[in-house]
């Protein structure tokens, strides 16, 4: 396996800014996702939570688990809340806060798209993170726009599963040539700490998406969303990559010989339906689409 | 077929029944289920309808606008901020005439979040030209979806049907379910006058100047005016179907009241036991369930209220900087009338806190006895 990351001698810090209280569910990706993050951006961070289950994790007022000021805003507009609040920190000569934008898949890639290309375009200081489970979970498992072809949801009910593939968010903002556009995952963490710690060190929209399973919606058994998450990256369905200025990519994980995407989704209830045929189809598709990243990576830029 | 079914089923048994052809919507707490199921019977072909799961309510209403524009019988259900982003869209269907029919689960707005009941969401639309239907029942819900398609049609207004949120859209109750052939019979299929049509090139919605622009809003609110009688109409003639009808408004033990309550929603259910354990006792206390909100009913609500010597009326709902929505209403109706009662005012339940038995008997005890309101709103439960 050919791994390109900062390093492999690495400690995840040991401060935390997320406690407990918060009401996740048990195995929740998206939890454990905000408290590597908020260890990597540490305490000058701002996080601006629209919609999703994260209005619901950190919990109900007056509580409320991250030691770092949260501002919730309407679903629709997680990337330009972080714009006002740039502009409001830096009118007032406050340069060294972080804001941060931490929006679900659905508040990413459907409803909060318009407002989120607007800041790209833009260039607006921010980082925005999209934890992607794959669903709307906060209403309970609707599709959305980032819900793998073939899966279940209640909206793609089995007979009719999703027939649509899963909408390329990271490829989208990567053709707004913004400086920093990365992915990660749990099973990764000093990856996806050091993607954050990279991003916080660039001026401009800096957009991490990170694959963070939800056991629930996933109808899966939560002790496995770690084991989940390193397959997703070693079946080559949720690379491990970045991409510099829209141009210069770095795939930080190749594996020598990927494992069948059989193995990923044979452990999710969500695939259960799945006929030989469709898993051959979905194989293809991740072999095609690996393949393609492989070659922007070989781009001389 | 009596069915036990939640609130948000019997919309979604309600629009299978009526036929929807395009159904757009989004997913919202605590509207989900009725999404949910019309997923359900489109993808199993017990509803033969093209389900558009577009990634906003915006886009909802307005793939719904357009659907409807286009000759298809078009539906959407939403709550709360869902209601609230599609508020272009809604001008946009009355404007455009176009007979789009809409659930929407009442829930508190935001921030900080609530996803309980208030009204709000559905009394910021007040102003924008919709027929707005407050439900009380799981059978009325039911019942109202199946004739809103048919007043929206008639009217060429858009129809928005409205309950409570978890009281109503998630509590099941037995509902009766009719037959496809009976609805059938009651409900022709749509058909639009003026349609998008290749054959017949017409321009929708372009530059109206002033020349113009006025009088197609004074249609608007004739087509309000005549919809009053068309609902009554239908209303009659879905008892002669189904035989169920719901009323304009519902007034209940009023003949001889001396005090009034007006109710929307499910607090009326609440009321009408309070209101009859107070007859019992020998009150002179009557109960005005107000379900037609858009267009006003003016004159049926003169008719009952005048008699009253106090209405009080439960509002849960606020505008801020004035008061109680619908005392405002019943205030403005009964303004100019001879003599007419006091209206006293109570603001109750924001944000899908409990209305007990004993809130509205206390109200109505206060209205029985206070000589004038102490304020112009009165706050109940308030916690400072
Ligand atoms: C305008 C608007 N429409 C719908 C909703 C309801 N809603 C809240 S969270 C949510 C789904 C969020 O999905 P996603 O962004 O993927 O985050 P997740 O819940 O999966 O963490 C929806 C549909 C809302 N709050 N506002
Ligand atoms: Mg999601």
């Known amino acids: 396996m050919n791994i390109k990351m900062e390093s492999r001698n690495f400690t995840i810090p040991e401060k935390e800014y997320m406690f407990p209280g918060h009401v996740a569910c048990p195995g929740c990706g998206g939890a454990l996702a905000m408290r590597l993050v908020l260890k990597a951006l540490g305490e000058k961070t701002i996080v601006v939570i629209p919609a999703c289950c994260w209005t619901i994790i950190d919990g109900p007022f007056p509580m409320h688990s991250l030691h770092v000021p949260v501002y919730h805003t309407a679903f629709e507009t997680a990337a330009v809340a972080a714009s006002g609040i740039k502009a409001a920190l830096e009118i007032q000569g406050k340069k060294d806060i972080t804001v941060l934008a931490w929006a679900g898949d659905g508040g990413t890639l459907d409803i909060g798209i318009q407002s989120l290309s607007g800041v790209a375009e833009r260039n607006d200081d921010i980082i925005y993170a999209c934890y992607d489970n794959e669903a709307y979970m906060n209403t309970g498992i609707q599709r959305s726009s980032a819900t793998p072809k073939g899966a279940w949801t209640t909206t793609t009910p089995v007979g009719n599963p999703k027939g649509e593939p899963k909408k390329n968010i990271s490829e989208i903002m990567i053709s707004h040539r913004i400086p920093y556009v990365a992915t990660a995952t749990l099973a990764y963490p000093d990856d996806l700490i050091n993607k954050f710690r990279k991003a916080q060190q660039i001026k401009g929209t800096k957009f991490i998406h990170i694959f963070a399973p939800c056991p629930t919606g996933w109808k899966m058994a939560p002790e496995l969303m770690i084991t989940i998450c390193r397959l997703a990256v070693l079946t080559n369905i949720f690379p491990l990559y970045e991409c510099e200025n829209g141009v210069k990519y770095t795939i930080n994980i190749v594996p020598e010989k990927p494992i069948p995407v059989r193995e990923y989704l044979k452990l999710q209830g969500r695939f259960s339906h799945l006929q030989e045929k469709d898993i051959e189809q979905i194989q293809k598709t991740v072999d095609f689409e690996f393949n393609l990243l492989l070659k922007k990576a070989q781009l001389i830029v | ?384």
Request: hydrophobic content about 40%; aromatic content about 8%.
């Open chain 2, 1 to 384: 077929m009596k069915k036990v079914v939640t609130g948000n089923h019997a919309v979604s048994y309600g629009v299978k029944l009526a036929r929807a052809q395009v159904i757009a919507a989004y997913p919202i707490t605590p509207q989900t289920q009725v999404v949910e199921l019309l997923s359900e019977f489109c993808a199993s072909g017990k509803l033969n309808a093209k389900f558009i799961k577009v990634e906003s309510e915006h886009s909802a209403m307005a793939a719904c606008i357009a659907a409807s524009a286009s000759g298809a019988r078009a539906f959407t259900a939403t709550s709360a901020h869902g209601l609230a982003l599609m508020h272009e869209m809604l001008h946009w269907a009355v404007g455009a005439r176009t007979p789009v029919v809409m659930a929407n689960i009442n829930r508190a707005m935001g921030p900080g979040w609530s996803v309980w009941t208030d009204q709000n969401d559905s009394l910021a639309q007040r102003d924008v030209g919709w027929i707005q239907i407050y439900c009380e029942s799981n059978q009325e819900v039911l019942d109202t979806t199946i004739q809103a398609f048919k007043i929206a049609e008639r009217v060429l207004l858009p129809v928005m049907l409205i309950l409570d949120a978890f009281v109503l859209s998630h509590t099941s109750e037995p509902v009766d379910i009719p037959d496809q052939e009976q609805v059938d019979e009651f409900l022709p299929p749509y058909n639009l006058k003026t349609k998008l049509d290749v054959n017949n090139p017409r321009a929708y919605g372009g530059l109206t100047n002033p020349d113009h622009y006025f009088e197609l809003r004074y249609k608007i609110q004739k087509a309000h005016t005549e919809a009053l009688a068309v609902i009554k109409e239908i209303d009659e003639e879905y008892k002669k179907h189904f035989g169920r009808q719901y009323g304009l408004v519902e007034p209940y033990r009023c003949d001889d009241a001396k005090v009034i309550l007006v109710t929307s929603g499910t607090i009326t259910s609440t009321a009408r036991l309070v209101i009859d354990e107070m007859r019992d006792e020998g009150r002179k206390v009557g109960l005005l369930k107000y379900r037609v909100f858009r267009p006003t009913p003016r004159e049926i609500l003169r008719d009952i209220l005048y008699r009253a010597q106090k209405v009080c009326v439960i509002d849960r709902n606020i505008s801020f900087g004035h008061g109680g929505i619908f005392a405002q209403e019943i205030k403005s109706v009964l303004y100019g009338l001879p003599a007419s009662p006091p209206v006293y005012s109570f603001i109750i339940g924001l944000g899908g806190r409990d209305v007990t038995p004993k809130d509205i008997r206390e109200i109505i005890e206060y209205t029985y006895k206070e000589e004038t309101p102490a304020e112009p709103v009165i706050y109940r439960g308030v916690r400072l």
